[in-house]
Each structure stands twice: as C-alpha cells, then as structure tokens.
C-alpha cells in the first residue's frame, strides 16, 4: 500500500512540474541602417534618390541580411531611404512602412513591433538617435556625412537591451 501510495505522489508531482509553463522568452530585434550613397549633384534637391553607387549598396544590404527574415521594413518617407530599404523588402515580401522621425520609438512604435524582426532606414543623424532611444541612453553620435555602411542590431529580450555596431564597407 505505502508502494503505490509512493508511486502516485512521485506520479502527481512529475506531472504537476511538466505541467508548469516555461517562462515566455520574447525577443524584439531591430537592425538599423543609414540610407545608401544619395545622388548630391543638385544640392537644392530634399528628397535626392540614391546614386549607382547607392543602388549598389542597398543590392549589398539585402545580400548581407538575406539570411535575416524580418517581419517588417520601416523607412523614412524619403526617395534615398525607401530605395535603401526595398531590396530587402522584396526579399522578405514585405511592403515598406514609414516611420517619421518625430515619432520614432514611441509607445506605438514599440507595440507594432514587439516580439519581431525589423528593418529601419533612417538617416546620419536619426539612425544613432533612434538607437539611443530604444537602447536607453545617449551611446551613439551622428554618423558621418560621407559614411553609409553602419549597422546597427539591438536586441530585447524580455525588456533588456543589448546593441552592437558592426562596419560593413
């Protein structure tokens, strides 16, 4: 009697604990980059599109990430940033979102994208910002006029945040 009393309380406790749910581990990833080379043969024009050069590196962009499958592609309502950010929306499938930069990571920002995988193509001076943002302190500075290969991945888990910048020329 005490034998399967044992065995029921060892069977009782085994399936209470495989019952317990794991801990819910989300992830948000957001990988940032400046928009490609803009064409400045007219220094009067706002919304240049991109250059040979730039088309060049926005096909280099997408060959880079191609292994990353994002859930979305956020751009600036720019022609420079949306050429920069389409090749790898069409890798994905996806349709280019724009953003504007006196949002940027807003509650709603942060809520279209929880748990996913995003693409944003700013600017020299509002990419390092919007990383800033997200990660929670000022770390970043303006990117060089003249510099377009930075990448920027910050990842949440669980609220935490954790960045890197890699140099891709």
């Known amino acids: 009697m005490i034998r399967y009393l044992v065995i029921i309380c060892i069977t009782f406790f085994s399936i209470n604990a495989l019952a317990q749910e794991k801990p819910h581990t989300e992830t948000t990833t957001y990988y940032f980059i400046r928009h490609a080379e803009k064409d400045r043969s007219n220094p009067s024009e706002k919304d240049a599109h991109l250059t040979q050069e730039g088309h060049q590196r926005a096909q280099d962009w997408s060959i880079i990430l191609q292994h990353t499958p994002f859930d979305a592609v956020y751009s600036t309502d720019f022609n420079r940033t949306k050429e920069t950010a389409q090749p790898t929306a069409d890798n994905n499938r996806l349709e280019i ?13 942060k809520e279209a ?4 995988t ?13 990383v800033n943002a997200v990660i929670g302190h000022e770390k970043y500075n303006d990117i060089e006029d003249s510099y377009n290969g930075n990448l920027y991945i910050v990842t949440i888990i669980n609220g935490i945040a954790s960045d890197q910048l890699l140099t891709i020329n």
């Open 97 to 109: 979102i724009t953003y504007s930069v006196n949002t940027g990571y807003d509650e709603a920002f």
């Open 118 to 130: 995003v693409l944003i193509v700013g600017h020299s001076n509002t990419i390092p910002d919007f």
């Open 113 to 116: 994208t929880k748990g996913k």
